[in-house]
Nanobody, 121 residues
């Protein structure tokens, strides 16, 4: 139905930057929000950032001022620019999107496979 394909994860030193990308494909009629969650070992999954439009986005408190979320509606792609990375940012980052399928009523949330981000001190 819907596939979310992520890229951009990897290993980076503290203070460095990474840019994550996630492209949604499938029988998509429309997408409401797109965003990113993360989960570190032994911790609960937490919101990183969710974007509805270029003027409407929510960020987790721990990433405000360091991360920027954006989206390209033409390609159904969401990006996460991560700057000033800290070791505590180390986690599996998962892309998510609220998607309405063609010829279907209502929205469902879909998730990508997750991509590992590791920040060394």
């Amino acid at each position: 139905q819907v596939q979310l394909v992520e890229s951009g994860g990897g290993l980076v030193q503290a203070g460095g930057s990474l840019r994550l990308s996630c492209a949604a494909s499938g029988t998509i009629f429309s997408i409401n929000d797109m965003g990113w969650y993360r989960q570190a070992p032994g911790k609960q999954r937490e919101l990183v950032a969710i974007i509805i439009s270029s003027s409407s986005a929510n960020y987790g408190d721990s990433v405000k001022g360091r991360f920027t979320i954006s989206r390209d509606n033409a390609t159904n792609t969401v990006y996460l620019q991560m700057n000033s990375l800290k070791p505590e940012d180390t986690a599996v980052y998962s892309c998510t999107a609220m998607v309405r399928l063609r010829q279907r009523v209502g929205f469902n949330r879909y998730w990508g496979q997750g991509t590992q981000v590791t920040v060394s001190s």
